[in-house]
């Protein structure tokens, strides 16, 4: 069973729906101890990286989610769940952040450019991975933020897109993965994307 962590933002039910359009177990999950019997994790989520991360404090998330990490259960942050991944945010100010995978998360701060980004980017793998399995590279997925995370390894970045600059569009570290897209907004791709989680074994 994978749970989907609540955690009062929104984007839930789209990915959930998701899954279950695949017949993939899920639950939304609201309690420790829920997150604690899962299987895989997932954290999505849209908005601000202070609110959400203060939602996982008030939520008592964190350390269970640190704990399911460190005992290899598969994790997949999505959208700002990706960026609540690393150790900090430069939005609104600089936030702590779960410290799962090494960097900083920033803002897209080409001249000119339209921020946020809003539609669909490809992505260019940049090598394989089973999160990946059977998603063609350069792919387009469905895009929405204005800030985005900057690993301090380059070796964590799993996936490349542009938007006036290069930018890290999934990411992995161990059994953690990040997807800065909306796999539930991704029509084919992103719905194999989520069924290879789906299949994923901890670690």
């Known amino acids: 069973m994978i749970a989907i962590i609540d955690y009062n933002v929104g984007n839930l039910h789209n990915l959930k729906n998701a899954l279950d359009y695949q017949g993939i177990p899920n639950a939304i999950v609201t309690t420790a101890e ?3 019997r899962a299987e895989r994790i ?3 989520g849209v908005g601000a990286f202070r609110p959400a991360m203060e939602h996982l404090r ?3 998330m964190v350390a269970i989610v640190k704990e399911r990490v460190a005992a290899g259960v598969p994790f997949l942050g ?3 769940g990706m960026q609540l991944l ?3 945010s430069e939005e609104d100010g600089l936030h702590q952040g779960l ?3 090494a960097g900083r998360v920033v803002r897209f701060g080409g001249k ?3 921020v946020p980004q809003i539609g669909w980017n490809q992505v260019a793998f940049k090598r394989p991975d089973p999160l990946l399995e059977g998603v063609a590279d350069g792919s387009y997925f469905y895009f929405v933020h204005s800030y985005y995370a900057a690993p301090r390894h380059e070796g964590d970045v799993l996936g490349w897109a542009d ?3 290069s930018f890290p569009a999934i990411v992995r570290r161990g059994n953690v993965w990040g997807a800065q897209f909306h796999p539930e907004k991704s029509q084919n791709a992103g719905l194999r994307l989520l069924k290879n989680f789906s299949a994923l074994q901890p670690a």
């Open 42 to 44: 997932i954290l999505p």
């Open 86 to 88: 690393f150790d900090e």
């Open 112 to 114: 000119g450019l339209k």
């Open 163 to 165: 938007y006036g600059e």
């Open 78 to 80: 999505v959208c700002i």
């Open 58 to 60: 008030q939520a008592g």
């Open 99 to 101: 410290g799962l995978i």
């Open 34 to 36: 829920e997150v604690a």
